[in-house]
């Protein structure tokens, strides 16, 4: 099941990148079913999960940053074998997590979230 959910969230993460890379640059005019077709099919893309610092998450803009969250939140409760989260700590551990990266940007996203998973699964 974890696994299925970590698929959906790294399409999703893979997704919204490629949109905002999409957005930033100036490509030439299209028709409507041209840019239909490009709004639905992602660009190939990878992402190498353990390499995104703390300071690469902290510059996206806020949807993909929230995306990137569910993301590494999903991928830390996998590592550690959980069967269940418990939703009303997601703010706290977005919040932890996020903090930890302003405070140490060069550190990887996923440490930064395995601290906020464990300090929220303590309580």
């Not at 974890?2 to 893979?14: A, D, N, Q, T, Y």
């Not at 077709?37 to 992402?47: C, E, I, Q, Y």
Request: aromatic share 8%; with cysteine; hydrophobic share 45%.
């Amino acid at each position: 099941m974890l696994e299925k959910i970590g698929v959906v969230l790294v399409s999703g993460l893979l997704f919204t990148s490629a949109q905002a890379q999409a957005q930033t640059q100036s490509p030439a005019p299209q028709s409507a079913p041209a840019q239909a077709a490009a709004a639905t099919a992602p660009a190939d893309r990878f992402v190498p999960i353990r390499a995104v610092n703390c300071a690469r998450l902290l510059q996206l803009p806020n949807d993909d940053r929230s995306v990137a969250a569910m993301f590494y939140m999903g991928y830390q409760a996998s590592r550690v074998g959980a069967t269940a989260i418990n939703v009303g700590q997601i703010p706290s551990l977005v919040s932890l997590a996020l903090g930890y990266c302003a405070t140490y940007p060069d550190r990887p996203a996923t440490e930064a979230f395995a601290y906020a998973y464990s300090v929220t699964r303590a309580l």
